[in-house]
């Protein structure tokens, strides 16, 4: 199955990166983009980041072979719903969505009869709009595909090849599972970190010029990830609430496990447990995933 023709919903950071790298990687596809957002399709034509950007969704998905929806998690089925009357029989519909069970269900309810191959590469920054992107985004970081089991081999095939296309290592995988998994990689780690800035930024004790002073000590890793998108976050953590819940009962646990060794001045346990962590950084740089310069690797 051939995609000549692709449409992207929504033009923010990640759209932008996928149109940004279908020009320099597939010059042989169309790249057609659509945002709700009138400024953000102006910039769009500005920075030449699709050869045509449509006014409406409708309009945008007319002939399309492929329809990705960028959008915020809980905007996917408002997006879809206006895309609808555009969308051609055959259209593979897909979306890169950070939670993938419900966002399946939203779109499939959306577009009853139409595909719909849940996708979501795991490769981003802090940064959002259509002026953060970039063509090299997902290079290197994985993809994962999350069809459902009525999905045709050959349109999953063509979706797999595209991001492969893009860049992207690409794995498939049961949307629930997915969505533990990135309970556990993204969604927790965020949440740790937007607790403890703001726990940080309201403590008594130490001033928020102090606490910005001296933030190399730590704090200042987790402020990047503290940075993201609030309505991006606030939508994955809504979408993805049970297997968020879950492992946060597990983190809590284990927090209790290690405020337990300090108390009790257990050295060995909290040796042990830094020794464990950072071999799974060390993991983290052998496959590539991140580098071991300074600033942990980051460029952008
Ligand atoms: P973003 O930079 O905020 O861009 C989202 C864009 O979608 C905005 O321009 C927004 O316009 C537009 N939009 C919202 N509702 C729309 C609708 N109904 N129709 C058309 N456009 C609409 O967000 P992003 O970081 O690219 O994230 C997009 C998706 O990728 C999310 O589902 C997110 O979970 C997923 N994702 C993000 C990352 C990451 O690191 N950022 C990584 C992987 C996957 P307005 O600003 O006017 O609302």
Redesign the pocket.
Known sequence: MGIERVTI???????SSIARAVKARLPGVTAVG????EA?RDTARELGLCDTIAGD?AAAVADADLVIF????G?MA??AR?AAPGLKAGVIVSD???SKAGVGAALRAALPGHLVIPA??????EN???A?GFASLFDGRWCIVTPGADAPGDAVAALIAFWQALGAKVETMDAAHHDMVLAVTSHLPHLIAYTIVGTASELEEVTESEVIKYSAGGFRDFTRIAA??P??WR??FLANKDAVLATLQRFNEDLTVLQQAIRRGDADKLEDWFTRTRAIRRSIIEQGQDDAAPDFGRKH
């Open positions: 919903v929504g033009l923010g950071l990640i759209g659509y945002d709700a957002s953000v969704a960028a959008v915020p998690v905007g408002d997006a206006a890169v969505g950070s979501h590469p795991v490769a981003g920054t959002s709009g259509p953060a993201s998108d309505v991006m939508d994955v």
